[in-house]
């Protein structure tokens, strides 16, 4: 399954900067693993009882802040005056420490998935000896993986000083995403491969590296059908993270992957069109928090999709163990179709597009919904002037023009409010939720047509629309420019606008000569 892809490459010489109180102190100091040689120890208090092994340094301070990663971290100290980089106290010439050992009550690195190379432990001492051993483990060359792909193009973050899309930022438990120059930036040395940033993107911007959908359709296409003349009434899809104790039952099609947010909802709806009777998702033990939650967020959406869609929710849940599990499941009453109609999409919003419409049973339901990247988009056409705008900043592509026409797309719109934020009229509003209707409409919704074609009052060629002419007028209307029989210049081409207006400026030359009593040229 997996497909090859950049590694990430830290090097490391294996110097600790251990810092806390000087009890906790002497038992790091006391247990340090033959693998680690060059000690920082900063002590918070009486450090003259404390252990010196050979290539350590025990220095009096308060650690305030640490940053980094393997073989990259960055501290800094108290000092008279503000803090002070420990830099200069380290062995390594690069004035960089490899690895950290926080022994305060309160980590200095607060991320729920903290960097690789930095630990934190308070108060047990055989978690204290298994930090340290796993710590002396990271030497010399480190390689992981680079577990993202990311495609700006599809992503709705911020444009133009507006503000976007933040799923990603909200919910990354390694704090490896940041915002910078309104674009999203990824620290591949702090990303540790949750894919919780993956779940959450709704236009499929972020991807895993080694486990794409593509390959991910092929595997489930391929196991379903394998299944399906094995079991009634139709197989079940599992997606574990863990290998399993025991071998799944007859009918089952087991998807291994490294995280369950590999996996998301438009593949679980995906398989559920390509024939399986049900998806379960087995949550694994030690599970990031924030990964957690998003999990059980996407697979709550997933089942109100179902719902709207007039399917059983329950066809898509999430199970903590595998014993008494009903692997039976429901009939299938629609008509499934290839893994080669998923694969031939183009990404996430185009899959979900596609397994709702094999899913639909009878009426659809609609269901507003707050915080979700689905839903419609409202408009006051009286006041829409056509400017285009709004057609600018949407990255989804859910808003276009076509001869003169404003038009939108339910099933790509992510509800980021780019658009919204970009009208200079304030004529566009969100309406958030699952509308199965209007994200299956087959072709683009018009949201507003031209108007009368407005023609110059000069010349009778064609201007543009009405109501762009009346909002440039109601923008501009007070200028002083625009007063008396400067008004007419706004029912004018600019080639007779620009005529009209330097015969203005030659009678006002005129009456200024005629007033100082100076001959004209």
């Keep these: ?74 501290a800094r100290a108290a000092a008279p005056g503000g803090g002070v980089d420990l830099g200069a106290l380290s062995p ?55 577990y993202y792909q990311f495609d700006e193009q599809r992503c709705a973050h911020d444009r133009l000083g507006l503000r976007g899309c933040r799923a990603c930022l909200e919910v990354c438990p390694a704090g490896a995403l940041c915002s910078e120059a309104q674009r999203i930036v990824i620290d591949p040395y702090l990303c540790r491969g949750c894919a919780t940033c993956m779940a959450v993107c709704p236009t499929g911007a972020l991807e895993h590296a080694q486990y794409r959908p593509e390959g991910l359709l092929q595997m489930l296409g391929e196991g379903i059908a394998a299944e399906q003349s094995q079991v009634a009434p139709a197989p079940s899809v599992l997606v574990h993270a863990d290998a399993l104790d025991e071998d799944l039952p007859p009918g089952v099609v087991g998807i291994e992957v490294p995280t369950p947010a590999v996996v998301s909802s438009d593949l679980w709806l995906a398989a559920l069109a390509m024939g399986a009777a049900q998806v379960l998702v087995l949550a694994p033990d030690g599970l990031p928090n924030a990964t957690a939650q998003v999990l059980e967020a996407e697979l709550n959406r997933a089942r109100h999709w179902l719902k709207a869609l007039g399917q059983v929710p ?73 400017c285009g705008a709004c057609i600018g900043v949407c990255s989804p592509g859910a808003l276009s023009m076509r001869d003169g026409s404003l038009r939108y797309e339910a099933w790509r719109c992510t509800q980021c409010g780019l658009c919204a934020e970009a009208c200079p009229e304030n004529v566009l509003g969100l309406e958030p939720g699952l509308f199965p209707d209007s994200f299956l409409e087959a072709e683009p919704q018009t949201l507003k047509a031209p108007e009368a074609e407005f023609l110059c009052v000069e010349c009778g060629k064609p201007v543009g629309d009405v109501a762009l002419q009346r909002a440039t007028r109601s923008l501009v209307a007070d200028h002083p420019i625009f007063q008396g029989e400067g008004a007419k210049l706004l029912e004018m081409c600019m080639a007779c606008r620009q005529h009209r207006a330097a015969q203005f400026s030659l009678a006002a030359e005129d009456a200024d000569l005629s007033s100082t009593g100076r001959p004209a040229d």
């Design 92 to 146: 390594n010439r690069n004035a960089l420490f490899d690895l950290v050992l926080d022994l305060y009550r309160t980590p200095l690195i607060d991320h729920e998935v903290p960097p690789l190379g930095y630990a934190h432990v308070y108060g047990d001492k055989e978690e204290l000896k298994a930090a340290l051993e796993q710590l002396g483990q990271l030497q010399g060359e480190v390689r992981k993986p680079r």
């Design 314 to 386: 329950e066809r898509i849940r999430c199970v903590h163990r595998l014993q008494g599990v009903d692997w039976a499941g429901l009939p299938v009453t629609w008509e499934p179709v290839s893994a080669a109609q998923f694969i031939a999409c183009d990404g996430k919003r185009e899959r979900l597009r596609r397994a709702f419409a094999v899913l639909q049973q009878g009426a659809c339901r609609a269901m507003p919904m707050r915080g979700v990247p689905f839903g419609r988009l409202r408009i006051d056409t009286a006041n829409c002037s056509l």
């Design 1 to 74: 399954m997996n497909s090859p892809s950049p590694s990430i490459r830290y090097e490391s010489a294996g110097t600790l900067l251990a810092y806390g109180p000087a009890d906790r102190l002497s038992d790091a100091l006391s247990n340090l693993p033959g693998s680690i040689r060059r000690v920082l120890a900063v002590c918070a208090g009486d450090r003259e009882q404390l252990p010196s092994p050979e290539g350590a340094e025990i220095v009096p301070g308060v650690v305030l802040e640490v940053r980094g990663h393997l073989g990259a971290f960055r």
